[in-house]
């Protein structure tokens, strides 16, 4: 069974650039979440999706990040214009409902911004 | 918010040795798990483990959610467990989960 895909796996951009990340979770797994992670520091929620709803999206600065997920399966994470603060690891994960709701991870996307 | 303590922070261990690392968490919790990240950056499963005792290879865990903290335990560890631990909780299902600070693990060989 395929993992937690994520694309690109490296970006290096200039401030005040666009920028956009790609997830596609494991097959089935209804709930989606993208997380920060930044240097020697553990993983913070951005955004949560049931389907293709945002439940929990208290986390993500509206002013510059965006998020979809159409269709309740792939989604994708914006940010415009970029700032260098941004620079970290954007991880997306999934998780399949029921009683059991261990989170699998991607191999993220490490985010440099100049 | 809740609040999740890892220690130790560091940890070094010459290959064969055994080591416990512990998780502190300040709330109930429905959810908890264990993460090896990788020096790569991947974050792997270890264990899903928000109560009772499981085992797997070399590696096992424990919650105690009474008493609010989790430990995991690594025997005859090998070059290949360096990287970062990470303990995780969650207070609701289907919430988020709240991440310590990590315990960097460096096996020599």
């Known amino acids: 069974e395929a993992g937690v895909v994520q694309s690109p796996r490296y970006k290096i951009i200039e401030k005040k650039q666009p920028v956009a990340f790609w997830c596609n979770p494991i097959s089935g797994h209804n709930t989606l979440y993208w997380y920060r992670q930044n240097l020697g520091q553990g993983p913070e929620l951005l955004i949560r999706?049931?389907?293709?709803?945002?439940?929990?999206d208290s986390q993500l600065p509206k002013d510059r990040f965006s998020a979809e997920r159409l269709k309740g399966v792939d989604s994708t994470l914006k940010i415009q214009p970029a700032e260098l603060g941004d620079s970290a690891v954007y991880l997306c994960?999934?998780?399949?409902?029921?009683?059991?709701?261990?989170?699998?991870f991607g191999p993220g996307t490490r985010l440099l911004v100049l | 918010g809740i609040q999740v303590e890892q220690s130790p922070p560091d940890l070094i261990l010459q290959e064969g040795a055994n080591s416990t690392l512990r998780c502190n968490f300040s709330?109930?919790?429905?959810?908890l798990q264990w993460f090896h990240q990788n020096p790569w950056g991947q974050l792997i499963n270890l264990f899903y483990i928000p109560s009772g005792t499981k085992q797997n290879g070399r590696l096992s865990a424990t919650t105690v959610a009474t008493e609010r903290y989790s430990l995991l335990y690594i025997s005859s560890s090998q070059t290949t467990d360096s990287g970062v631990y990470f303990c995780?909780?969650?207070?609701?299902?289907?919430?988020?989960?709240?991440f310590g600070q990590g315990t960097e693990l460096s096996v020599k060989p």
């Open positions: 999706y049931e389907n293709e709803e945002a439940v929990d």
């Open positions: 994960a999934s998780s399949g409902g029921g009683t059991e709701e261990t989170q699998y």
């Open positions: 709330d109930s919790v429905n959810n």
């Open positions: 995780a909780v969650e207070r609701n299902q289907g919430g988020k989960l709240i």
